[in-house]
């Protein structure tokens, strides 16, 4: 990999490179936060309270809160205390979205969580470690006019976890208690125009079913979807890069196949990565628009886990093959220690989302944090990759501190190398620090417009402008990472250009086998290894 | 007749509330507990049941509004609707707050319309539950889709949707802000009066905006926070009874510091009145009045007085029944106790027989 295009490059050349990639990105950064709207909305629901009159509930008969065929409400409990209706006649229906809007594929995405008010009462106190057992159905229809169609059916257990602010007194009686959200429902595609949610709160007191959760006064949801706007914007930024990295991908292959050399692991990983980053570019969401392909939300997960994988893998390689010791890698077996963390970290995270949005494939209304073995196992998952990822992070941290002092140790001994070892070590060191400098940047800038786009409001008003920051934050990003990719694959692409083009009147000893050997092999010539190598090298041939 | 005060559970004195309207006030009309209507708590549910598309029309000719409000209000059924429930809300949050207190928010007709004619701490307490009470109500009407137009209301129905389908809405609160400025009409210019009562309708409405909690869900790659989605939510509504409750308790006096005879007072507190600046409403969120309240203690035209009130012992006996003493008596009485409450709709009881102390105010 010696002899990189980096290398070769002018100065003023690499300015111009890098100043062509500035204005992508910031082109990337202004796409999200001109012309995108904000990536999600949240819409606030309230369960309306309807009674289902039919005698006998043997089939499943949908209410609805509104609109055509609109059920009979009750306003509040007491007066289904005054009516004696019974508790398993309530049902709490919320139509999705709010009247006069339709929800739209566009939408990729809809979740929901529940919020409930739980009003104080002294004879009817909220029990410690209550749990609510919910009977839920979801349904869809297309037309306000047709039946609703069911999509799921599921009785789903949910702990309560609630505070009381005063004292547990005749005077606050009727003041609410502070619960945490739970979570409600969560699916990957929305094909539909509407839907309806409907909860019942089954009360069985032999089980203990129900049984001591308070005086609950109201259900709320709320549901989160990612705006058709910012889809739009996102799936053309995904159209336009997929080509853009597929081309430049395709040139580098062909670079590197032109070479007489068989490909070095380094130049394998760069393409590795650029295959991973292809695949998330690949913009198979179009489909979602025409299929009702709920496994889309999974999909991105893995097709992001893989990148995450590759970049962090390729971080580790790159410091491996740039150690300049005597020890011979060029194989992954070599990196096992380091890449075996990464590839735990990810099975595990791969199987936690598994868990948790694998099943919602089969019932939306599952959530891996609601059961008390779940919550252990999740957090079980999530804390072994937490490790695994510190680990890599200690290994590269030491792999990137054994690099420096390598490159330290060799810059004194510099001068007094022959001039072709030197070219190649200064080439060595300038390529590290390079890819150091740009990974740093990318890394800083990441965590910066992360940090930013938590504390900030969702956007910043400029006078008449406003300028969205967690889209800018989302396209920017996503953008800075391809063109890392993109200007890695173009700038450590091998060179044409040989160190030795003018150098034919050089001090070099040894000069075109030299030079095969370094641009064979990264790794380190030295000594007699140089000679040894070049020996097993004519042996082969 | 202690029998009849013994019932002083704050709902059933709410079904008093219908029995009489009140006359017309002099001030601007504004809304719920301090506007001209008679203040019936109307069956909400079976009224609404009608299918008949001008049922609402009915509801909001009864609510006397003024020409602007009753526009707004026949716009869509589902405002005719929130109001009443605003009403009744106000109505019951007020009671709930000054249950211990001398004046326990008496709304009967006639009591009402003479706070009203005055700017006293009560009134001025009326004014901003009322305009609480219909913000908090609107928001939450939006969120049932109660209402046809709530937000994303701005353009035509074609442009609308497309904002819908682009970026989503605005969320419920701003809406119900706007939707109650407007319905409340703007800033009144001269009468020193007509601008205690408005200032006193926005600190209602700030009190709702202070109490907004941010919400966040992260919902990223496995459920990280990479992607977090942010929305606002009010604070129940006893919340913003018990704030407007101390705000009552700390409002401030204001006097004309200019000519009254002009008419082109300025509403300032009496110790830091600003003189160089006109039209100072002071920029806090207290609330304010003018006239200094009556005792309440006995029968005016502002109370029935505390003869006769339930009192409790060690806690308000004192100060409710004005020095006069309190009866005490003492019965036998058989109370469901140790229920058993289901979440809903049904309780199960045993009844227990106890000696209880009735303690009642003095004539």
Known sequence: MAGAIIENMSTKKLCIVGGILLIFQVIAFLVGGLIAPSPTTAVAYTSVKCIDVRKNHHKTKWLTPWGP??????????????????????????????????????????????????????????????????????????????????????????????????????????????????PFMEIGSVAHKYYLINIRLPVNERKGINVGIGEIKDIRLVGIHQNGGFTKVWFAMKTFLTPSILIIMVWYWRRITLMTRAPVLLEKVIFALGISMTFINIPVEWFSIGFDWTWMLLFGDIRQG???????????????????????????????????????????????????????????????????????LAMAFIIVAGICLCLYFLFLCFMVFQVFRNISGKQSSLP???????????????????????????????????IVSQVTEGHWKWGDITIQVNSAFFTGIYGMWNLYVFALMFLYAPSHKNYGEDQSNGDLGVNSGEELQL??????????????????????? | MLDGHVLLGWLSSCALLGLLACAPRPSAAYFGLTGNEPLTILPLTSEMEEAAVKAHYKVCDRLKLEKKQRRMCRRDPGVAETL?????????????????ERWNCTLEGRY????????????????AISSAGLTHAMAKACSAGR???????????????????????????????????????????????????????????????????????????????????CWRQLSPFHEIGKQLKQKY?????????????????????????????????????????????????LMSRYSPGTSGRKCYKDKNCDSICCGRGHNTQSRVVTRPCQCQVRWCCYVECKQCTQREEVYTCKD
């Open chain 1, 69 to 182: 065929n609109y059920c009979e409400k009750i306003k509040d409990f007491d007066e289904a205390v005054s009516r004696q209706i019974e508790a398993n006649d309530i049902v709490f229906a919320v139509h999705i979205p709010l009247p006069n809007k339709e929800m739209s594929p566009w939408f990729q995405f809809m979740l929901f969580i529940m919020q409930l008010d739980i009003a104080f009462k002294m004879d009817n106190d909220l029990k410690e470690n209550a749990e609510i057992t919910l009977d839920v159905s979801l349904a869809y229809r297309d037309d306000m006019f047709d039946d609703w169609e069911e999509i799921a059916h599921a009785i789903e257990l949910r702990k309560l976890k609630c505070t009381f602010g005063s004292p547990k007194t005749l005077e606050s009686e009727g003041r609410h208690y502070d619960c945490d959200f739970l």
């Open chain 1, 306 to 376: 893989i990148f995450y994988a590759m970049l962090l893998s390729f971080w580790i390689i790159f410091c491996g093959e740039h150690m300049m010791d005597q020890n011979e890698r060029n194989h992954l077996s070599g990196y096992w220690k380091q890449v075996g963390p990464i590839a735990v970290g990810s099975f595990c995270l791969f199987i936690f989302d598994m868990c948790e949005r694998g099943v919602q494939l089969k019932n939306p209304f599952y959530s891996i944090w609601t059961t008390e073995v779940g919550t252990e």
């Open chain 1, 416 to 450: 007094a190398m022959s001039k072709a070892r030197r070219l190649h070590y200064e080439g060595l060191i300038f390529r590290f620090k390079f890819l150091m400098l740009i990974t740093l940047a990318c890394a800083a800038m990441t965590v910066i417009f992360f």
């Open chain 1, 519 to 541: 641009t064979t092999t990264i790794t380190h010539v030295d000594g007699p290894t140089e000679v040894y190598k070049l020996a097993r090298k004519e042996a082969q041939e």
């Open chain 2, 84 to 100: 009443m429930e605003a009403i009744s809300m106000s109505a019951l949050e007020c009671q709930y707050q000054f249950r211990f």
């Open chain 2, 112 to 127: 009402r319309a003479s706070l009203l004619k005055r700017g006293f701490k009560e009134t001025a307490f009326l004014y």
């Open chain 2, 147 to 229: 209402m046809e137009r709530c937000t994303c209301d701005e353009a035509p129905d074609l442009e609308n949707r497309e904002a819908w389908q682009w970026g989503g809405c605005g969320d419920n609160l701003k809406y119900s802000n706007k939707f109650v400025k407007e319905f409340l009409g703007r800033k009144p210019n001269k009468d020193l009066r007509a601008r205690v009562d408005f200032h006193n309708n926005l600190v209602g409405m700030k009190v709702i905006k202070a109490g907004v909690e941010t919400t966040c869900k992260c919902h990223g790659v496995s459920g990280s926070c990479t992607v977090r989605t």
């Open chain 2, 249 to 297: 308790e700390t409002s401030l006096k204001v006097g004309s510091t200019t000519n009254e005879a002009t008419g082109e007072g300025d509403i300032s507190p009496p110790k830091k009145s600003i003189p160089g600046h006109s039209d100072q409403i002071p920029r806090t969120t207290d609330l304010v009045y003018i006239d200094d309240s009556p005792s309440f203690c």
